[in-house]
């Protein structure tokens, strides 16, 4: 049973656009989001996070939306640039006694074509 | 951002021999490392958990003889992949809690392709 779900395998925007990566979750325990870029062969990098108090999170380029009640997450990237060309996988966590494990999605891979 | 460093990047092995992986915390505490495991086209499956000092916690359907994991200082890590198969062949990847930062973030190591043939 996937908690989080990244329903669209691949994404393909123009270059300068806006991005727009989308994210599911079922557990309703889940207090805390984040979204890794990960490139072929390498481990994931952390980008952005959000806690479920907030609705939005900014950093430079990259803005992530909450909406609790939908259960609902996206990331924006504005504006792409071809070098943010990876796959980009949506994480969950929830506290589970000392230790908060991470709950992964399938990812989505982001093609920005110059 | 914390820099976890993970080693070797590629390995090729025998059958029946032992791999062992480290990471290392390069410039934090590493109170709880995870390692997961990643199969082509599919999301990170995380293996167990480790805390310093105490045993991993392993994931259901980990196997704890075959996986071994030391967490022997708050700065590393391994996993021992023990009497290897083919099976086993995959990418492995490591991550990192930092103790200042809060137990939220993790970061991550670079990977490891091991090849068991």
């Known amino acids: 049973d996937q908690q989080v779900k990244q329903n669209s395998p691949s994404l393909s925007v123009q270059e300068g656009r806006i991005s727009i990566l989308n994210c599911d979750y079922t557990n309703s325990m889940f207090d805390y989001f984040l979204w890794y870029k990960k490139y072929p062969a390498e481990g994931p990098t952390f980008l952005i996070s959000?806690?479920?108090i907030k609705d939005k999170n900014e950093d430079g380029r990259f803005t992530v939306f909450l909406n609790k009640s939908a259960k609902h997450l996206s990331l924006h990237i504005v504006p792409s640039q071809p070098g943010d060309s990876a796959v980009y996988f949506c994480?969950?966590?929830?506290?589970?006694?000392?230790?908060?494990?991470?709950?992964w999605g399938l990812g989505t891979s982001l093609a920005v074509n110059p | 951002g914390a820099v976890v460093s993970q080693h070797p990047s590629r390995v090729i092995c025998k059958s029946g021999t032992s791999v062992k992986i480290e990471c290392r915390s390069l410039?934090?505490?590493?109170?709880?490392m995870f390692w997961y495991r990643q199969f082509p086209k599919k999301s990170l499956m995380l293996m167990a958990t480790s805390n310093e000092g105490s045993k991993a916690t392993y994931e259901q359907g980990v196997e704890k003889d075959k996986f071994l994991i030391n967490h022997a200082s708050l700065t590393l890590s391994t996993l021992t992949v023990t009497s290897a198969h083919p099976e086993d062949s995959s990418f492995y990847i490591c991550?990192?809690?930092?103790?200042?930062?809060?137990?939220?973030?993790?970061?991550f190591g670079q990977g490891t392709r091991l090849t068991v043939v």
């Open positions: 991550s990192a809690r930092d103790r200042v930062r809060g137990n939220t973030e993790a970061f």
């Open positions: 959000i806690s479920s």
């Open positions: 994480a969950a966590s929830a506290k589970a006694g000392n230790n908060r494990k991470l709950i």
């Open positions: 410039d934090f505490q590493a109170t709880t």
